[in-house]
């Protein structure tokens, strides 16, 4: 199935004759930054911390080697500051900076203030509204949502996020931005909590949380129930693709059984609330749902990138092109 297309935008802008800017130089960032360098962009990282900073070429360099495309890493550099960058030539910002409403509202107070009146603004957030980030801004009609999902230059997907008061030309824009640079954009044509495909991914995490705290299913198994059954076919159709395969009468009629049982709670389910009590985030705390050390982390953070490299490939005749193709 063909994703949505746009005609290109009268002054769209091409990644190879564009100047791009990431603003934070965390994991996101610098992969973020593969997906900018690999379709051609040049692209500049802001990242203060001094030992950050000096890893992003090497997590950039490895990202681009994952993708095959390791000759574009001469189109990156990293800087410490705004006040380092030669502004005149950007074209576009894309900010990932930690999750905190007001140091983001500073942060674009700022942006808009270095920038071109031309220039693209567009926040990497996953949890704040984009009107609210654009909010005190003079220009907020440049000022864009774009949500990649991690690893971002192993998902293909982003979310190009309409604020209030977004431009249709901007949202235009930054699709077609992001389709030359080989990902596969959608656009939210509404700025709702959460965007399009959290809310689809926690509607599916509500129902399995209060499966399990009902004692329907383990952990283990909800999730083998996920990749292994419906999950799998994911990748060959998304959920209303795959209605139209299985007929729609009889979605329709399993609807009307199951949905009046499904979960409906406004909090968080238990088995979820209380790890985060108890200080059991995941990897990062080495508990979760399950026990982790170091070597575990390493193999499964190997093994999940690893599938999701298979996944590319089988996907790869669907995916965008990678370049200056216009669309028409």
């Not at 007001?102 to 009107?131: G, V, W, Y």
């Not at 954009?185 to 209060?210: C, T, W, Y």
């Not at 790890?275 to 050390?293: I, L, P």
Request: hydrophobic share 40%.
């Amino acid at each position: 199935m063909e994703q949505t297309n746009f005609n290109a935008p009268k002054h769209f802008f091409r990644p190879s004759r564009s100047h791009a800017v990431v603003v934070g130089g965390g994991t996101m960032g610098a992969d973020v930054a593969v997906v900018l360098c690999r379709g051609g962009c040049k692209t500049t990282v802001v990242e203060s911390n001094a030992e950050r900073g000096a890893q992003v070429p090497e997590l950039v360099q490895n990202g681009l080697t994952q993708l095959g495309a390791v000759q574009h890493q001469d189109k990156l550099s990293v800087v410490a500051s705004l006040n380092d960058i030669d502004w005149s030539t950007v074209d576009l910002v894309i900010e990932c900076i930690p999750e905190r409403l007001d140091i983001k509202q500073t942060l674009f107070a700022q942006l808009e203030q270095h920038a071109r009146k031309d220039a693209l603004l567009a926040s990497n957030s996953s949890s704040f509204p984009i009107t609210a980030i654009a909010e005190g801004l003079q220009t907020p009609d440049r000022m864009v949502g774009l949500h990649f999902f991690m690893p971002a230059h192993l998902t293909p997907l982003v979310e190009v996020v309409c604020g209030e008061s977004t431009s249709t030309e901007c949202a235009q824009n930054l699709y077609s931005f992001m389709r030359q640079c080989g990902m596969v954009p959608v656009l939210v044509k509404k700025d709702l909590p959460g965007f399009l495909a959290n809310r689809l991914q926690h509607a599916l995490a509500r129902e399995a949380f209060s499966l399990i705290d009902a004692g329907v299913a383990s952990p283990e198994d909800v999730d083998a129930a996920v990749r292994f059954g419906f999950g799998f076919r994911f990748l060959a159709a998304g959920p209303v693709l795959q209605r139209d395969h299985a007929g729609l009468e009889v979605h329709c009629a399993a609807g009307a059984t199951m949905y009046p049982s499904l979960a409906a709670n406004k909090e968080p389910s238990q088995c979820l609330s209380q790890k985060v009590v108890e200080g059991k985030f995941g990897m990062k705390t080495g508990e979760g749902f399950f026990k982790w050390t170091p070597e575990t982390i390493a193999k499964e953070k190997q093994r999940y990138q690893k599938i999701l490299l298979a996944g590319l490939e089988i996907l790869k005749s669907e995916l965008p092109p990678v370049g200056d193709a216009v669309e028409q």
